[in-house]
């Protein structure tokens, strides 16, 4: 059971990000943004862990405001994944806004997208008169641990070489997460393709720009085996 909260709380891939605005500069030629994901991305993210019969999720409007009245909606969600259920409220001002809200909230209980909480938001360049930004870049460290770029890339597991942890040492965040999707790979009949994919790289990586390369070429490997 531990391996499925700990699926369901990896970290997105960094193109599977959006970015709203929080705050204007006084002259609105910055905007102060921060990250969040398309509910869609967490419906595939349920259906990748658990299938698509291993969660339900419930819905009751609490607040409506009045037709042709200015106001938000508030809707509350009951999230069951493997008979565990949570809840939570969303806001927005439709319908829709509210439903996936209050669906990103109940779904945060569970892992999903917490590590955006963890991204600090940013300062961009903003064009007042289309609204218009330049998205962040985030790169893979900053959605796991910050000191990636302190670490010593380790090798694949396995594989002979003077940089292999012991077992006493904690391996890095990012390693860890690719080795759980390695094993995930190897579960879905993909492990030789993982592999290969692995072997390019010579292990996690030389540095930290390859390991978040070979962290997306493996999620990109299994969501084209999950669609």
């Known amino acids: 059971m531990n391996d499925v909260w700990d699926m369901l709380s990896e970290p997105f891939p960094p193109e599977e990000l959006q970015w709203r605005v929080e705050a204007l500069s006084k002259d609105k030629r910055r905007a102060l943004v921060v990250p ?22 419930n819905y009751v409007v609490l607040h409506a405001p009045p037709p042709e009245a200015a106001g938000n909606y508030a809707v509350k969600c009951r999230l069951t994944v493997m008979d565990i259920s949570k809840e939570d409220v969303g806001e927005g001002d439709s319908f829709k806004s509210a439903f996936s809200d209050a669906l990103m909230r109940a779904a945060v209980k569970f892992g999903v997208g917490r590590f955006l909480y963890r991204l600090d938001k940013q300062w961009v360049d903003h064009d007042p008169d289309t609204g218009k930004f330049n998205s962040p870049r985030v790169d893979l460290e900053a959605s796991v641990h910050s000191s990636l770029d302190s670490e010593a890339p380790a090798p694949y597991p396995g594989a002979r070489a003077d940089s292999t942890p012991s077992p006493a040492e904690a391996k890095p965040e990012p390693q860890e997460l690719i080795d759980r999707l390695i094993e995930r790979l190897k579960e879905a009949g993909l492990g030789k393709q993982a592999a290969q994919i692995v072997m390019r790289y010579g292990g996690y990586g030389k540095h930290p720009d390859e390991t978040r390369k070979l962290y997306g070429e493996l999620r990109a490997l299994l969501k084209g085996q999950a669609s």
Do not use: K
């Open 36 to 57: 969040y994901v398309d509910a869609r991305i967490v419906l595939d993210r349920l259906d990748e862990v658990v299938g698509t019969n291993g969660w339900q999720d």
